[in-house]
């Protein structure tokens, strides 16, 4: 099954760990057949006829480089706010929030879930709990507090840091 070409590669030794089957090289081959033809898509220009308009349009390759994109100002890529280390600290404080929510009390969790998810007002948040909101300004202060501690138990010693950032 040593049979290559310039349309097929020796299969066997891109995948040496994969028997290579009539079934496996088959799919090999259309996929294989599928990519060419989407590069050839991507990359050729062509001509479009109409004929019943007698006009012609010229298609251009949809190829494009990143170079000329940033030329002519029309980037199409991810907001540079936030780099991707940011976004993976962000991950993980969300993780760390997680679990220190989790060892909270069942009512302590409501009281944050309304309070901060639902996006209830605090008026909205004293009247379900029944008391006054000044009362509830207090409740919601404590648990916060008990929540910061919690976090910074959670997370490792050397997330600390980015903690204190976040907090």
Do not use: H
Request: proline fraction near 4%.
């Amino acid at each position: 099954m040593s049979y290559t070409n310039t349309y097929y590669p020796d299969y066997e030794k891109m995948y040496p760990g994969v028997k290579i089957t009539p079934e496996v090289l088959a799919a090999l081959r259309a996929s294989d057949r599928q990519m060419r033809r989407f590069e050839s898509e991507l990359k050729t220009e062509r001509f479009e006829a109409d004929n019943e308009k007698q006009v012609a349009r010229f298609i251009p390759s949809r190829e494009d480089s990143y170079e000329r994109l940033i030329e002519e100002d029309r980037l199409q890529f991810a907001d540079e706010e936030m780099s991707v280390e940011d976004a993976v600290e962000y991950r993980e404080m969300i993780r760390y929030l997680y679990q220190a929510l989790a060892q909270l009390e069942v009512a302590e969790q409501a009281l944050i879930r309304a309070d901060f998810f639902l996006m209830k007002t605090e008026a909205e948040c004293a009247k379900a709990a029944g008391i006054s909101q000044p009362g509830y300004r207090k409740r919601r202060d404590r648990i916060l507090r008990k929540l910061r501690k919690s976090l910074k138990e959670c997370a490792p010693k050397d997330f600390q840091e980015i903690l204190e950032k976040w907090l």
